[in-house]
Every structure is written in C-alpha cells, then in structure tokens.
C-alpha cells in the first residue's frame, strides 16, 4: 500500500483570525460567555479513506471538516483541495465563515475543509473516486440543513455536482430530490444557481465599486492587480473591465506578469482554459520576480488566492491606494497594521468575497423551491445585499472609531451575540 507525505509550512492563518476576533470582542465589549463560546469550534471531523488510483495502487487521503458555529443557522462553507490543508486552516477558515455568514445577514453558520492533495497529481477519473469516497466518508456530518459544502481553491461545479450525486446516492431513492442542496455551486444543470460561477467575483467589483463611491472615485483607467487567476480572480477582473478598471498584473502558482498597457481579462481566461488553468507562458507581457508583486505601481490590489500573503516581507512595498480581499485571509495582522498607517483602504474578505456565500444562499433557496432562478435577478439581489453590509460596516466603524475589519466583525459578532442572549444557553 501506497501512502504519499506532503511537506508543508504552516499557514499560520489560525494565529490570525483569532486575533482579529479578539480584537473585535475587546472594542465591541463582546459578552465574555459568549466570546468563549465562539473561541472554540463545535465539532472538528478528521477522515482518512483509501482509494483505488488509476494504476491500480491503493493510496489513504487525509480530509477534514470543521464546524465552528451554528447558531445562525446550518454549517455553510467550502471545501479546498490543497497541500496546505490542515486541521488549523480548516479552523481558520471555518470561523471565517461565521463572521462572513453573520456579517451578510444570511440564516448561516461557517464550516470548512478540504482534503490535503495537490490536484495536479491526479487524473480527472481519480479526482472523481477521490471527492466520491470523501464525501461517503464525511457521511450524515454533511446535509442540507446540517452542514452544506461549496467550493473553494482547486474544487469547482464539476467536484460539487460529484458531491451532490453521492450524497444522494447514498440516501434513500424517496428523498433523492430533497437533497440536492447538500451542497451548492454545482452546475446549472444539476441544480445550480445561474451566476453562482461569478457570483464571488461579482461581489468583489461590487465592494470596490461602493469603495469608490464613497470616496468619490472614478473607476476608469484605474489600475489593479490581482493574484490568483481561477474563480475569483478571473471574475474580480472580468468586472473591474467592465468599470473601465486596466488590469496591469497577474500572479499564480505557475508565475507572475505584468504589461502596463493592459492585460486583457478575457484572453487570459480563455488561454488557462487551456493550459490547465496556469497563465504561465501567456503572450506579450513581462515575467517579474514573484516577491515584487505586491509592490506594483498600481491602485487597486485584489488578492485572489491563498492566506497570509500580505506580509511584513511585502507591507511597505504596497503603492496601492486599496486592497479588496478576494482570498479568505489574505492580509496578515501585523501587514494590516503598516497597512492602516500607511492611509490604504482595506474592504476585509468577510464582507468583501461574501458573494460567494451570498450566492449560494440563493442556490440552497433555489432548490428549497424547486425553482430555476434568472441571472439578473441573482446580479440585482447579491448587489443589493452586498451594499448593505458595505454601509453597515461603515456606519459602524464610525460608531466605533475603528478600522474596517473590526467594524465588519462587530457587526457580525453583535449578531451572534444578540442570538444567544435571546435563546439562552441550553440546558
Ligand atoms: P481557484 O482554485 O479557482 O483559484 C486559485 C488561484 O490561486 C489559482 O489561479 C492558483 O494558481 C492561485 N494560486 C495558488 N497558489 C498560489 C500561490 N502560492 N501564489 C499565487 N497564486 C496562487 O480558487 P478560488 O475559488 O478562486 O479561491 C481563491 C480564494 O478566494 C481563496 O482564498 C478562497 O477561499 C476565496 N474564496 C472563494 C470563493 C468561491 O466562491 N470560490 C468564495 C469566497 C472566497
């Protein structure tokens, strides 16, 4: 039997989210009974499952689910297939949830997990067996009012739907229907929301845009950069061109580029569609070192990728006058704290990719009805609520005196908070 280590530094994305939590809970004032309760995650499910490879070797995964609060409503988060998932980013990532879920005003908690695998090193029929026995493995801790999956780096429609079809599979043939919102961002065809594909990047242009209203700006001919070029950060560019946003610089695992005169967002996209989603070797631009890209002259950033990117190895290198938060946990807390000297804007990624969750919250509703639900009326809605939690999160800064992460915090914690004083603690 086969069994494959992978080597990996630790992300440190725990550390981080918890100390932006404590920070928030110290100026809200945050009930210190209730701040214990959100200081630990509710359950913490680890796997290991064997699966056949295509050579015919067996080979044990290692998957992970985590689920931090569900006092708002059922577990929702993503699920990530990557080398750096561990039970600490699961953690980090779970909670991060239910600050997001909270924060929007959705009848959500947070969950998250993934399994620890580089995707590259599987063909796409042992990607399929691998998300199949997973999800058996994970079995009645997952389900449509308990605990609903989404994806999120290196898993897409395709492992969702592959997801729905064994959870379903697996219950009785009466409920087969019932189930279907197991799980969301599947395909149209299977159930999912039409948008949903966007709906994260969308959400994103949709925070810079209030951004720049707010600060009476112009979004044409401005430049941005962003790192990570799959869901998010394809979607994020799509729609700042759309504004008349110049992207000047992309960064992924596979290399770093620029061209000042424009890169456009479509040709890119349509050139990973077929090198297996990497913009390395992509035409007219320059290659530049991979530590410089943060500290490109430009005005917006959109980190799209991974945690703990924005580091103090980067922070004084930042020119950008504003840093919208694709990524969960992009920033780290002593880059944040350079950040906010140095006058740049931060929308945090709890508010700023929560039409991610967003959507598929529409998508569970959706399937709750039995409906089919039209891409403008999605666009229309996730705007909407986006906006909400944009003003919310300003209006409570003011209140508060404090920076923009904090305040979107308060507010989602002063939501949770209020939920327990009301129901009370059982028994
Ligand atoms: P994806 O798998 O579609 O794309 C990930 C991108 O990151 C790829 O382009 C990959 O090459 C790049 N990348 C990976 N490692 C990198 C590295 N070391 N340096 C630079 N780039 C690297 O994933 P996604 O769904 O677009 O998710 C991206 C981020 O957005 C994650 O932090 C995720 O948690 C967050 N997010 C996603 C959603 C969603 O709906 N998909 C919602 C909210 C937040």
Request: proline share 4%; charged share 20%.
């Amino acid at each position: 039997m086969e069994t494959k280590t992978i080597v990996k530094q630790k992300t440190g994305m725990y550390e981080n989210v918890m100390k932006q939590f404590n920070h928030a809970a110290d100026v809200m004032g945050l009930n210190e009974g209730i701040r214990k309760i959100l200081s630990a995650t509710n359950n913490e499910i680890v796997v290991h499952f064997p699966v056949k490879l295509d050579n015919g070797k067996i080979e044990v995964f290692t998957g992970y689910r985590v689920q931090h609060n569900n006092a708002l409503g059922p577990y929702k988060g993503g699920l990530r297939f990557h080398p750096t998932v561990d039970i600490d980013a699961a953690r980090a990532l779970a909670i991060w949830m239910t600050w997001k879920s909270a924060l929007a005003g959705l009848p959500y908690g947070g969950g998250k997990g993934g399994i620890q695998i580089d995707p590259k090193n599987y063909s796409q029929a042992e990607l399929e067996r691998i998300t199949r026995r997973f999800t058996y493995a994970l079995g009645d801790n997952i389900g449509p009012d308990l605990d609903i999956p989404a994806p999120d780096v290196n898993t897409n429609s395709q492992i969702m739907a592959w997801i729905a079809d064994t959870y379903v599979s697996t219950k009785s043939p009466a409920n087969r229907h019932n189930n279907l919102h197991v799980v969301t961002g599947k395909p149209v065809g299977s159930g999912g929301l039409e948008g949903r594909d966007r709906a994260t990047g969308f959400g994103v242009v949709a925070t810079i845009k209030a951004w720049a209203q707010l600060k009476n700006k112009n979004l044409k001919g401005k430049k941005f950069i962003v790192q990570g070029f799959g869901n998010v950060g394809y979607w994020a560019a799509h729609f700042m061109a759309k504004e008349g946003a110049i992207l000047i610089g992309v960064q992924d695992a596979s290399g770093t580029m620029i061209n000042n005169n424009g890169i456009d967002p479509e040709a890119l996209n349509d050139y990973c569609q077929k090198n297996k989603g990497a913009i390395a070797g992509f035409p007219n631009v320059e290659l530049i070192e991979a530590e410089t890209f943060f500290g490109i002259d430009c005005d917006i950033i959109i980190p799209a990728a991974l945690g703990n990117q924005i580091t103090l190895k980067n922070a004084n290198d930042i020119k950008a006058e504003l840093i919208a938060e694709g990524a969960n946990g992009p920033t780290d807390v002593a880059a944040e704290a350079i950040l906010l000297e140095k006058g740049i804007n931060i929308i945090p990624d709890i508010l700023c990719n929560s039409g991610g969750v967003t959507g598929s919250y529409y998508e569970w509703l959706q399937n709750k009805r039995s409906e089919n639900w039209k891409i403008e009326d999605v666009l229309i809605l996730l705007e909407d609520k986006i906006t909400v939690a944009f003003n919310k999160t300003l209006k409570t800064a003011e209140q508060y005196k404090t920076d923009w992460r904090t305040s979107a915090y308060i507010v989602a914690l002063q939501r949770l908070e209020q939920t327990y004083i009301e129901r009370g603690v059982f028994p």
